[in-house]
């Protein structure tokens, strides 16, 4: 009984998470020693020797090793029991600070001896191993602090009554013993930081082996997690409608993010969740029975501009009861599967079809598999009987309705989510949870394990909602994902809304096409101040579509994508800062050291930092230091789908290079190995920057 009582004292995060040496304990003679192993080493370590390091070493490998430090030297069942008193008598010292009140039950008196016991061997009891999060290895924002930094012994501390400096030179000293082979000696800083940095040795080891596959993957393994199949849903235009430059977030982000986890050893599919069923068709339907009747018999109709079909449709609707009452049953009737309704939606659908193939093909998107609203069409009933056979869905003022835990409007009533509406049609929730049974479970679906919509974070709730209620009905199986990956808004240059002139949204071609047309303005600008012939040859117009569509790219990619930001040619097409233009000039530049040192824009295999066998200085140091990093950065894009991050580091490899060449000479080094090591540098860093320009979506030049 006692038991049961004071083990509702013990904290879940002081059972699950506590450390204390184990030396500070009686030793326990059934003590379970755990020794854990990187998925990423080639071979196993014991407990306490050199671990057999991977070849680019990496956060993991780290974690791992601080995980393996852990299991050894401190029992996590014992650590738990200690920390849980600890937590108790911290929480004691905190009511004798409060000020007394009146009318206030005074304190419980203290637990007994037999009560402390009680809650540690509860806390002994419950305890669970020590696990990756535990570990708190996390990437050095400062060169200063070296390549990764160990912050776990400012927990294991003060949790019991320790120094946590103590603490830290226990935990160096025991992982110096497990990463000798790749790292220096740890360093401890400040209170109890770990700091961790990479041998000279490793890390030019690490850039020769990038440098024997510098036309490639640079020899970079593929996810260390098991290969997923992995459902992006991006892009989502509306039939009848021209993308506007709200579409251009999704496509650009969806895209890369589809590109990087394709490039991680991921079998991704890309889908375009395109707006083709809804009220709107129905509207749009009863229109073309008025106005271009043919499409509903089979003939060939030019519907001309989409845009102002839908327009004067839309006006229809607004102002004319009868048809709205039309329009209504249209999509009754549509939904339903009328033939003639049918017709005259695919010749829509097939109409804008071509006009957003259009700007995929501008913009460089390929392997995009549409699949519309339409598509989940036959799926929708099974959805809402089945929820209703849960009695998780159920009537509200004559539609049908989801009621969910902690979702709740301004008024603090239950917000419903309706699944369908009185007059029989569906809503976007109900689509939704029938797209998810698709993509994760059913037979002739995708069995997706991670499914990621890419939309703006206006839907956030919307979603929140639809993956709450799949779970909730078991449309989702347990070892399956849904993420939402919201962006913000483009802004024009003041700050509002982005919109022309006349204040109506920008079309996405437009906006592409003023960007190719000020970068092509610019190099006719600059080959006129040079008294060259300005006329661009078709190779410099190859060059301005790169950089006019790249900008646009990367000026989006490169913000967090849950910010807002402004839309800006200039800054988009400066060649300054952290931008496309600056980065494949960087890259052209690149391939002009190597072709005019070599006579080839590739060195090959080399041997980087190893020329001549004296100290590497400084600034190259600090360019491989970089260059390694680079699987940690794209493990870390992979699980938190920030593209901004690939951005950041391409940006920071960018000017490394650019410092190791103003202090490193590479024609001409002191030695032929020496040229050739730096030579191979310059390749890697080229591959490096190469590969990610393509994960990007952008077009790398050799010229610019």
């Not at 009537?395 to 301004?410: I, Q, Y």
């Not at 990619?557 to 800006?568: A, G, I, P």
């Not at 190259?620 to 794209?634: F, G, N, S, W």
Request: glycine content about 8%.
């Amino acid at each position: 009984a006692a038991l049961a009582t004071t083990r509702a004292l013990v904290p879940r995060a002081v059972r699950s998470l506590a450390f204390a040496p184990s030396a500070r304990l009686p030793p326990s003679p059934s003590r379970p020693r755990t020794s854990t192993t990187t998925r990423l080493c080639s071979s196993t370590a014991s407990t306490g020797s050199t671990a057999a390091a991977p070849v680019f070493g990496g956060l993991e490998y780290v974690q791992t090793a601080v995980l393996d430090v852990l299991s050894s030297e401190f029992d996590y069942r014992e650590v738990a029991a200690k920390s849980a008193l600890a937590s108790l008598d911290k929480k004691s010292k905190k009511k004798k600070k409060k000020k007394k009140k009146k009318n206030v039950a005074p304190d419980p008196p203290p637990l007994s001896a037999e009560e402390r016991e009680a809650v540690a061997a509860a806390a002994f009891a419950a305890a669970v191993p020590f696990s990756p999060a535990d570990c708190a290895v996390t990437r050095s924002t400062q060169p200063e602090f070296g390549d990764y930094q160990c912050n776990v012994a400012l927990s294991l501390g003060p949790a019991l009554g320790l120094a946590p400096r103590a603490v830290a030179e226990r935990v160096a000293a025991a992982l110096a013993e497990r990463t000798g082979s790749i790292m220096d000696p740890p360093e401890i800083a400040g209170p109890g930081f770990v700091n961790l940095r990479y041998s000279t040795e490793f890390l030019t080891g690490a850039v020769r082996t990038m440098a024997e596959d510098v036309e490639g993957r640079l020899n970079l393994a593929t996810s260390p997690k098991a290969p997923q199949r992995i459902v992006v849903d991006y892009s989502s235009p509306n039939i009848a409608k021209e993308m506007h430059v709200g579409h251009l977030r999704s496509t650009i982000i969806g895209d890369t993010l589809s590109n990087l986890l394709e490039f991680a050893g991921h079998d991704v599919v890309r889908l375009n969740h395109v707006g083709d069923w809804g009220t709107q068709f129905g509207m749009l339907v009863e229109h073309l029975r008025d106005v271009a009747p043919g499409t509903l018999t089979g003939e060939d109709v030019d519907l001309g501009d989409l845009v102002e079909l839908y327009k004067a449709a839309k006006k229809r609707f607004d102002a004319d009861d009868e048809f709205k009452a039309r329009a209504r049953e249209g999509v009754v009737a549509l939904q339903a599967g009328e033939e003639s309704s049918l017709r005259a939606w695919k010749v829509l659908c097939a109409t804008s079809r071509t006009e957003y193939q259009k700007i995929y093909d501008t913009l460089g998107i390929r392997n995009l598999t549409e699949r519309g609203e339409s598509f989940y069409n036959p799926y929708l009933s099974s959805v809402v009987a089945d929820l209703e056979s849960q009695n998780l869905a159920v009537e509200s003022e004559g539609a049908t309705a989801v009621f969910l835990d902690g979702f709740e409007g301004r008024d603090g009533a239950p917000l419903p989510m309706l699944v369908r509406k009185g007059d029989g049609g569906f809503n976007y929730a109900t689509t939704d949870l029938a797209a998810i049974r698709h993509r994760t479970s059913l037979d002739d679906g995708e069995k997706a394990s991670r499914v990621l919509y890419v939309t703006d974070a206006g839907q956030s709730q919307h979603f929140a909602m639809v993956f709450a209620a799949a779970k909730l009905a078991g449309f989702l199986p347990a070892e399956a994902s849904l993420e939402h990956v919201p962006f913000g808004l483009v802004q024009g240059e003041d700050g509002k809304k982005f919109a022309t002139r006349s204040g109506e949204t920008v079309k996405l071609k437009d906006l592409l096409d003023e960007s190719v047309r000020i970068a092509a303005a610019d190099m006719v600008s600059r080959r006129e101040q040079e008294e060259e012939n300005p006329q661009l040859t078709q190779q410099e117009e190859e060059v301005v579509r790169a950089v006019g569509i790249g900008a646009v790219k990367y000026a989006d990619l490169s913000m967090n994508r849950e910010s807002n930001y402004r839309f800006s040619y200039e800054r988009m097409l400066s060649l300054n800062g952290n931008t496309a233009p600056y980065m494949l000039y960087a890259y052209a530049r690149l391939c002009g050291i190597i072709l005019k040192a070599t006579g080839k824009t590739d060195v090959g295999e080399g041997g980087a930092g190893a020329g001549g066998g004296d100290r590497v200085p400084d600034a190259e140091l600090q360019l491989i230091r970089t260059l390694v990093k680079l699987p940690d950065v794209l493990a870390e894009v992979e699980a938190e789908l920030y593209p901004n991050r690939l951005c950041d580091y391409l940006f920071e490899t960018s000017q490394k290079f650019n410092q190791f060449y103003e202090n490193c000479s590479v024609n001409n080094a002191e030695t032929p190995a020496l040229k050739a090591s730096r030579l191979t540098l310059c390749a890697v860093t080229a591959g490096v920057l190469r590969t990610l320009l393509k994960i990007l979506g952008l077009t790398p030049l050799d010229r610019f």
